[in-house]
C-alpha cells in the first residue's frame, strides 16, 4: 500500500511566522503535491512537483513557496503565514505518466492565531 | 477554466439501497476519472477509478462513464451506513501532469 505521510496532524502557529509543512511518500512515486480544504471551496491545488527539484504553480500558490530536494519529500512553506491561511492541508502523490490516480497522507489541520 | 460538478446533497438513501452519485465534467479532452470517499475530518481515500466509456465493477461500487456526454457516475449497491461519507468526483486532463481537478463533493447519507 501507497504510504503517504504528513509530519503533524494539528498544527497552530501565529501570525508571520514562518511555517513548515512535511510530507514523505515510500513509493517512489515522481508526482507530489499541495492542496488546501476548506468547506464549501473543496480541494484547491496549490503546488505541485513532477521531479526532485522541479515544481510548478497551482491555482491558488500566494503566500506558498515549496520545496523538494529528494524525490521522497516534500514541504510546503508558509512564508509569513496570516489567518487566511488556516485550513486542512492535504499532501497527494503519484506515479508519473498522466493518468495515475493520487494518494493522500492524513492531512494537517492548521491553526494561525 | 476547468470545471467539475457535484451535486453537494446531502443525498439520503435507505440502508439496503443503491446510492447513486453523480459528476459532469466541461473539457472534454479529459481521459481518467476518479472517485474518492472523505469521511468527516479525514483525508480522501481512492475507491474507484476509470478510464474507458462503459462500466467497472469493483464489489459493490460501480463507475460508468459516458465521455459522449461528459458525465461520470457511482454507484453503491446495498449501502450501509458506513458507505455515509462525502464523495469527491476527481478528473485528469491531458498536459496537465497528473494534475487532477476535483469536484466540491456529494454527501450520502445512509439511514437505518
Known amino acids: 500500500d501507497v504510504k503517504v505521510t504528513q509530519s503533524s496532524r494539528y498544527l497552530v502557529k501565529r501570525t508571520g511566522e514562518k511555517v513548515f509543512l512535511e510530507c514523505v511518500q515510500d513509493?517512489?512515486?515522481?508526482?507530489m503535491f499541495w492542496y488546501r480544504q476548506d468547506p464549501g471551496l473543496g480541494l484547491r491545488l496549490i503546488y505541485f512537483?513532477?521531479?526532485?527539484?522541479?515544481?510548478e504553480k497551482g491555482d491558488i500558490p500566494e503566500g506558498y513557496s515549496v520545496s523538494r530536494e529528494k524525490k521522497e519529500r516534500f514541504s510546503l512553506i508558509l512564508e509569513s503565514a496570516s489567518t487566511n491561511q488556516t485550513s486542512m492541508y492535504l499532501c497527494a502523490s503519484s506515479l508519473g505518466g498522466g493518468l495515475m490516480p493520487q494518494h493522500f497522507g492524513d492531512g494537517t489541520r492548521l491553526s494561525i492565531l | 477554466q476547468k470545471e467539475v460538478e457535484q451535486n453537494s446533497g446531502p443525498l439520503s438513501v435507505p440502508e439496503g439501497a443503491i446510492a447513486s452519485l453523480n459528476c459532469t465534467y466541461s473539457?472534454?479532452?479529459?481521459?481518467?476519472f476518479f472517485w474518492y470517499r472523505q469521511y468527516s475530518g479525514k483525508s480522501p481515500e481512492l475507491i474507484m477509478f476509470?478510464?474507458?466509456?462503459g462500466d467497472k465493477e469493483d464489489g459493490r461500487f460501480t463507475a460508468q462513464l459516458n465521455k459522449a456526454s461528459q458525465y461520470v457516475s457511482l454507484l453503491i449497491r446495498d449501502s450501509q451506513p458506513s458507505d455515509s461519507a462525502t464523495y469527491l468526483c476527481?478528473?485528469?486532463?491531458?498536459?496537465?501532469?497528473?494534475?487532477?481537478?476535483f469536484g466540491t463533493g456529494t454527501r450520502l447519507q445512509v439511514t437505518l
Open positions: 476527481a478528473v485528469n486532463s491531458p498536459g496537465t501532469a497528473s494534475k487532477l481537478t
Open positions: 513509493m517512489d512515486h515522481e508526482n
Open positions: 473539457d472534454r479532452g479529459s481521459q481518467s
Open positions: 476509470i478510464y474507458s466509456n
Open positions: 512537483s513532477y521531479d526532485v527539484k522541479m515544481k
